[in-house]
């Protein structure tokens, strides 16, 4: 029964860097993926990133590949996104989620977000 909770949200600028945080109440590590989506006022939910349970797979949206790095780990029962050179089209409410696919359908656990705001 595991709840996550999502930290690490603020202001920052354009090309800056945040390093998002989710804390999950129970252990994470029969969730075979962790991952993000996010969702900016008005607009449809958009998956971000995603995590196998070892950290051998990952899988990145176009808009953010090259620029956000997901991990986790295990033993502590966390998920971080560390985003670099944020631009204003990625302002936007980050949610943590896990599951048993890569799909967001599939859900089984989320969190209630952590706002991110970035101005040019």
């Known amino acids: 029964q595991v709840q996550l909770v999502e930290s690490g949200g603020g202001l920052v600028q354009a090309g800056g860097s945040l390093r998002l945080s989710c804390a999950a109440s129970?252990?994470?590590?029969?969730?075979?993926?962790m991952g993000w989506y996010r969702q900016a006022p008005e607009k449809q939910r958009e998956w971000v990133a995603a995590i196998s349970t070892g950290g051998t797979f990952t899988n990145y949206a176009d808009s953010v590949k090259g620029r956000f790095t997901i991990s986790r780990d295990n033993a502590k029962n966390a998920v971080y996104l560390q985003m670099n050179a944020l631009r204003p089209e990625d302002a936007a409410v980050y949610y943590c989620y896990g599951g048993p696919t890569g799909s967001l359908s599939d859900m089984r656990y989320w969190g209630k977000g952590t706002l991110v705001t970035v101005s040019s």
């Open positions: 129970g252990s994470i590590r029969g969730i075979y993926i």
